[in-house]
């Protein structure tokens, strides 16, 4: 939200503060990747595995064993709990807990999205204007008494 005050343009899942965002700057005016809410309950209630993504797309694949195989570190071990938490689970957790791999498909497509309309400088800079005009729905000022109203039930009080 405050990137967006500065004309930054979000590229995020429709999760948290992305759903206010999207709703303010409509869809033309943000780039939005992944699995809606709805999509990743079922993925929680069934048998999502990591390895299938992984061994689906070559891609996935290719990135996933650079972490392993020495193409970032000679340490094999460095980026090794990363690799497990996303394919295996990690210290109790479930794979990949927060879909990433599941996702990268979509967020590929969404930063195709992000080169075509940075390419197009119109476009961008319009895109950036309407974000930055829509940004101010989320002043510290409405938030605050939003909370105070809806969350904490505290009346507002007069400052002379």
């Known amino acids: 939200m405050k990137l ?3 004309g930054a343009l979000t590229v995020g899942t429709m999760d948290g503060a992305n759903v206010e ?4 700057v409509r869809e033309e005016n943000i780039f939005i990747f992944g699995m809606s809410a709805e999509e ?3 993925k929680y209630q069934g048998n999502y ?4 993504v992984y061994n689906m797309n070559q891609e996935v694949r290719m990135a996933m064993t ?3 195989d020495g193409t970032f570190d000679q340490d094999t071990q460095l980026f090794r709990e990363l690799y497990d ?3 295996n689970g990690f210290g109790g957790s479930r794979a990949d807990e927060y879909f990433v791999l599941e996702d990268y498909a979509d967020y590929q497509r969404a930063q195709l999205a992000v080169d075509c309309a940075y390419r197009d400088q119109e476009k ?4 950036a204007i309407y974000n930055t005009a829509k ?7 409405r938030t605050i008494r939003e909370y105070a109203r809806e969350i904490w039930t505290l009346p507002p009080v007069s400052i002379d």
Do not use: C
């Open 85 to 87: 938490a996303l394919l």
């Open 49 to 52: 595995d990591p390895w299938s």
């Open 66 to 68: 650079a972490l392993i």
């Open 21 to 24: 965002i999207f709703d303010e």
């Open 4 to 6: 967006m005050l500065n």
């Open 135 to 141: 940004s101010g729905k989320f002043s510290s000022d």
């Open 40 to 42: 990743v309950q079922e």
């Open 124 to 127: 961008w800079a319009k895109m």
